[in-house]
């Protein structure tokens, strides 16, 4: 069994920056791809980045040049550092790790609301 728990949301206002963390236990085998979602009200729940154990990225193009993902292997955490944030960024931000022999989990969701 993985869990997953998610930190660092809250309310910031437009323009400003967000550091999220999701930090993996468990039996945790590689390599893995994780990586951050996020689901606004009344959307589907769609990728914004992900990360591979060797580091390769992939990031929506609403994020491309606003996020960076990261990845601390050692502490199984991955971070997604979100700058110039706006109203479209409110979400439930969803952490994802996916293995061919761990599987596929989910955190519970951390809430980013994006206001003045």
């Known amino acids: 069994q993985v869990r997953l728990v998610e930190s660092g949301g809250g309310l910031v206002q437009p323009g400003g920056s967000l550091r999220l963390s999701c930090a993996a236990s468990g039996r945790i085998f590689r390599p893995t791809v994780m990586g951050w979602y996020r689901q606004a009200p009344e959307k589907q729940r769609e990728l914004v980045a992900t990360i591979s154990t060797n580091g390769d990225t992939n990031y929506a193009v609403s994020a491309k040049g606003r996020f960076t993902i990261s990845r601390d292997n050692a502490k199984k955490t991955v971070y997604l550092q979100m700058n110039s944030l706006n109203a479209e960024d409110t979400a439930v931000y969803y952490c994802?790790?996916?293995?061919?022999?761990?599987?596929?989990?989910w955190g519970q969701g951390t809430q980013v609301t994006v206001s003045s």
């Open positions: 994802n790790l996916v293995g061919i022999i761990t599987g596929n989990y």
